[in-house]
C-alpha cells in the first residue's frame, strides 16, 4: 500500500505540474519572449538581474581568458578520456550477458530515475553542479564580451538547476577561441569542484573515522543459518575463524572453503553492540541445503555477506583512490562504483564498521555520514556533469568545443577555405561525431541483448 501511495502522489505531482504548464501556454504566460519559457518539458523562468554581478566578476578579462584557456585544456582531455570509456564499454559489451545488461534508467544520471543515485544527496549534488556549471559560462562569456541576454531556474516538477542565456549572435560572431572558452567553462567548473569536494571528504574521513576492527565487514546475514544463531548481524566484523586471521574477504572465503558440514568453528568478531570483539564457537550448515548442488553437501556455511571492500579498504578508497586494493586504476574505479555497491558512499549496516571521533563526532554517527554522503555525491556528481558534457556530442559543450576544434584545424589545412565553407565542414564532422556517440551509448545497451 505504501508504494502505491508513493507512486499516487508522484503522479499527482506531475500532473499538477503538466496542468500548470498548459494553463500558462494557453494564457500566454510562456513563451521565447516571455519572462517563462520551456526548454524540453522543463520551464526556464528567466531574470535580467544578476547580469551586472557577472559584469563585475567577468571585467579581469586577462585572468578568466586564462582560466578559460586552461578550461580547453581540461575539456579536450575529458572529451578524450570519455569517448576511450565509452569504446572500452562497448567492447565490454560484446561479452555481457542479457541478464546483466544495464537498464534504460541507468543512462539517466538524474537522481530517483537512476537506481544508484540517491534523489536526496543526488538532488542537492545535481543542483549545485548544475548552478555553477552556468554561472562559470555566464562569467567566461562577460570576460570574452559576449552578451548574456537572462539568467535564471530550470523548473521539471522541482528545481533542476540554473541557466546562463548567452546572445547567440554574438557567441556565433565571437572568434572561435574566445567561444571555446565559454564553452569549455562549465566542463572546467564541474571537473575542479569534483576535486575540491573530494580532498573536503578526504579530509573529512581521514581525520574523524576509524574503524573498529582490522576484519571484513558483514552487509548481509542469511536468516535460519548458523550465523543468525549465534547473533551474527550486519555491521559486525569478522576478524577470525579457526584461528585465522581474517583481514581481507578472500581470507573469509578461504577459511570457508576448508571447512565442511556440521563442523564446529571458533569465530571471533567485533560487535557494534557490544563495543568489542566477541568470541563464539558455531556449527557450520551444509552448503548443498541452500545451493541445492549434490557436489556442496559436504562443504561448510556459515550464511554471511560479507563487504566488496573491508573498512579499512574502503576508508583507504575514499582517502587516496590510487593507493586503494588492485592498484590506482582499480582504487579509483572503486571511488567511482561505490553506488552500484549499494553504498552512498557509507549508509546503513556500513556505518558500523567505523567510530567517529575529533570535532566533527559533536554530529552523532548519523549527522556524520551524512555530511560524509553529501561531499560524496558533490564531487561524484560534478565529476559526471564534467565528463557528460565534454562528449562531443550537439548540444552539449563538447559539442561546441568539437566542432570549433574541427574548424581550426581546417583552416590550417585548407588555407583556401573561406569561413562558410570551414563552418558547414566543422558542422558536419560536429553531426558525425554526435552519431558516433549516441550509437556508443546505445550499443552498451542493445549488445547484451543481441
Known amino acids: 500500500m505504501d508504494a502505491w501511495v508513493g ?67 581540461l575539456a579536450a582531455v575529458a572529451m578524450v578520456t570519455i569517448v576511450a570509456v565509452l569504446v572500452l564499454d562497448a567492447t565490454v559489451a560484446l561479452r555481457t550477458p542479457a541478464s546483466a545488461a544495464p537498464t534504460p534508467q541507468e543512462a539517466l544520471g538524474l537522481p530517483g530515475i537512476n537506481p544508484f543515485i540517491p534523489i536526496g544527496y543526488g538532488l542537492v549534488a545535481l543542483v549545485v553542479g548544475v548552478v555553477l556549471h552556468e554561472l562559470m559560462h555566464g562569467v567566461i562569456a562577460r570576460s570574452q564580451k559576449i552578451g548574456v541576454k537572462s539568467i535564471g531556474i530550470l523548473w521539471l516538477v522541482v528545481p533542476v538547476g540554473a541557466f546562463v542565456e548567452q546572445d547567440d549572435v554574438e557567441m556565433n560572431a565571437a572568434p572561435r577561441r574566445n567561444r571555446a572558452r565559454v564553452a569549455s567553462a562549465g566542463v572546467l567548473a564541474n571537473l575542479v569542484l569534483a576535486v575540491i569536494f573530494f580532498f573536503l571528504l578526504a579530509a573529512v574521513i581521514s581525520t574523524s573515522v576509524q574503524p573498529t576492527a582490522n576484519g571484513v565487514g558483514l552487509t548481509g546475514v542469511v536468516g535460519g ?47 557494534p553492540n557490544v563495543g568489542g570483539v566477541v568470541a563464539k564457537s558455531v556449527r557450520l550448515a551444509s552448503l548443498g541445503n541452500y545451493t541445492k548442488v549434490s557436489a556442496d553437501d559436504a562443504k561448510g556455511f556459515l550464511g554471511v555477506s560479507p563487504g566488496f571492500l573491508t573498512p579499512a579498504q574502503l576508508k583507504t578508497v575514499l582517502t587516496n583512490p590510487p593507493a586503494g586494493p588492485g592498484g590506482p586504476l582499480a582504487g579509483t574505479t572503486y571511488w567511482v562504483v561505490l553506488p552500484i555497491a549499494g553504498l552512498e558512499p557509507v549508509a546503513g549496516s556500513p556505518t558500523s564498521f567505523f567510530t567517529i571521533h575529533g570535532p566533527l563526532a559533536a554530529l552523532g554517527t548519523g549527522g556524520f555520514w551524512i555530511f560524509a554522503n553529501i561531499l560524496y555525491w558533490l564531487s561524484w556528481m560534478n565529476l559526471l556533469l564534467g565528463l557528460s558534457n565534454a562528449l562531443p556530442l550537439f548540444p552539449l559543450d563538447g559539442g561546441l568545443i568539437f566542432r570549433d576544434f574541427v574548424a581550426a584545424i581546417a583552416a590550417r589545412v585548407k588555407r583556401g577555405w573561406d569561413a562558410t565553407r570551414l563552418d558547414a565542414f566543422a558542422g558536419r564532422a560536429a553531426v558525425i561525431s554526435s552519431v558516433a556517440v549516441v550509437l556508443l551509448l546505445l550499443w552498451q545497451f542493445v549488445a547484451p541483448r543481441l
Open 225 to 271: 543459518t548458523p550465523a543468525a544463531s549465534i547473533g551474527l548481524h550486519p555491521g559486525d566484523v569478522i576478524v577470525s575463524i579457526n584461528g585465522t586471521t581474517i583481514t581481507t574477504a578472500n581470507d573469509l572465503f578461504h577459511a570457508l572453503a576448508a571447512t565442511h558440514a556440521n563442523q564446529t568453528v571458533a569465530i571471533q568478531y567485533y560487535d
Open 7 to 73: 507512486w499516487a502522489i508522484a503522479l499527482a505531482v506531475i500532473a499538477g505540474y503538466v496542468a500548470a504548464v498548459v494553463i500558462l501556454r494557453r494564457l500566454g504566460r510562456i513563451g521565447a519572449d516571455r519572462a517563462i519559457s520551456l526548454y524540453g518539458p522543463a520551464l526556464m523562468i528567466k531574470t535580467q538581474r544578476g547580469r551586472a554581478f557577472l559584469d563585475r566578476v567577468g571585467r579581469f578579462r586577462r585572468f578568466w581568458s586564462a582560466v578559460g584557456d586552461a578550461g580547453i585544456i
